[in-house]
C-alpha cells in the first residue's frame, strides 16, 4: 500500500453538516454572536505542513479548525521540535491573540489537511472587546490548554511509550475525524518526544494485539475501544477537562437555547 500525502485522509467521520457549527467553540456561542463571529471570519483550506504560527514571531490570524489538524510544536534541539499539542475542531489556534499577545507561544503546523475559518487579530479583539460570548468562550478554551499541558507533562514523566502512544492515536483520530491515519515514525516519535526505535517497538505490541495495523506510516485503529484500554488516564483525563470547562447546550439542559446556554457558561 502507497502512503498518500496528506498524513491523515481517508474514512472521515461524519462531521456537523452545518459547518458554521462544525467548529466546537463556535457552535457553542449564542447564534446572534456567532453570526456576528462568521461575518468577520472566513473559511479556508489548509494544507499540510503550513506553518500558521511561529513561536516568538508575530501572526495576525486565529484559526478555527473545521475538520483540518493542526501541530503546537515548542522549538527545541531537534529539527522539528517537541510537539506539545494538537487542535483540531475542538479548539483554536493562535491563543496568544486573546491574550492580547503578538508574539506567538507557539509554532502550529498544519498536519492533516482540511478546512478552518480565519480571522484577522483586529477582527477577533473588536469581538473580544464587545458583549460577545465569544470571550467567555475563549478564556474558558485556554482554560482548558493550560491543564492539558499540565496534563502532557505528567504523562511524559509518568506513562510508558506505549499507553503514551495509544493516546496519541486516539487524540489524532478524534480530530482528524478518521480511523486511518497516515503518521510516519518522525511524526510519531516527534509526538511523544522519544526516539524512533521505541515508537516502532510500541507500535508492534499494539499491532500483536490487534489494536492497530501499522505499515510504512500508515495507521488503521482496528479497536479504539481497547485502545483506549491500553492508553494513559491521560487520554480520558483531558477529554473530561473539556467536557466540564466547555459544556455543550444539551449538556447543561437538554431543553436549554443556545443564547441561556451562552449566559450559563458565566
Ligand atoms: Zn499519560
Known amino acids: 500500500m502507497t502512503a498518500p500525502n496528506p498524513p491523515?485522509?481517508?474514512v472521515h467521520l461524519p462531521l456537523q453538516k452545518d459547518l458554521s457549527l462544525a467548529n466546537r467553540l463556535i457552535a457553542?456561542?449564542?447564534a446572534d454572536d456567532r453570526a456576528i463571529f462568521l461575518e468577520h471570519s472566513e473559511m479556508i483550506e489548509l494544507k499540510v505542513q503550513t506553518v500558521l504560527t511561529r513561536s516568538g514571531e508575530n501572526s495576525d490570524h486565529a484559526y478555527f479548525p473545521v475538520d483540518s489538524v493542526v501541530a503546537t510544536l515548542l522549538p527545541g534541539n531537534s529539527a522539528d521540535g517537541?510537539?506539545?499539542?494538537?487542535?483540531?475542531?475542538?479548539?483554536?489556534v493562535n491563543t496568544s491573540l486573546v491574550l492580547g499577545v503578538r508574539d506567538c507561544a507557539f509554532?502550529?503546523?498544519?498536519q492533516g489537511a482540511g478546512r478552518s475559518f480565519k480571522i484577522h487579530r483586529r477582527s477577533l479583539q473588536k469581538l473580544l472587546a464587545g458583549d460577545s460570548c465569544l470571550r467567555i468562550v475563549l478564556n474558558r478554551y485556554i482554560d482548558v490548554r493550560m491543564s492539558h499541558l499540565a496534563q502532557q507533562v505528567a504523562c511524559k514523566n509518568s506513562h510508558t511509550v506505549e499507553q503514551r502512544l495509544a493516546r496519541w492515536l486516539l487524540m489524532t483520530r478524534d480530530r482528524a475525524h478518521a480511523n486511518e491515519l497516515f503518521l510516519t515514525h518522525e511524526v510519531l516519535a516527534r509526538m511523544?518526544?522519544?526516539r524512533r526505535e521505541s515508537i516502532s517497538q510500541s507500535a508492534r505490541s499494539l499491532q500483536r494485539h490487534g489494536l492497530i495495523s501499522y505499515t510504512r506510516g500508515y495507521v488503521m485503529l482496528m479497536d479504539a475501544a481497547a485502545l483506549e484500554q491500553v492508553a494513559c488516564a491521560c487520554y480520558r483525563s483531558d477529554l473530561a477537562v473539556y467536557e466540564r470547562t466547555l459544556r455543550q447546550p444539551r449538556e447543561i439542559n437538554g431543553q436549554m437555547s443556545a443564547q441561556d446556554a451562552g449566559k450559563a457558561l458565566l
Open 8 to 10: 491523515f485522509t481517508s
Open 28 to 30: 457553542l456561542m449564542p
Open 82 to 92: 517537541l510537539e506539545i499539542g494538537l487542535i483540531g475542531n475542538e479548539g483554536m
Open 107 to 110: 509554532t502550529s503546523v498544519v
Open 192 to 194: 511523544l518526544g522519544v
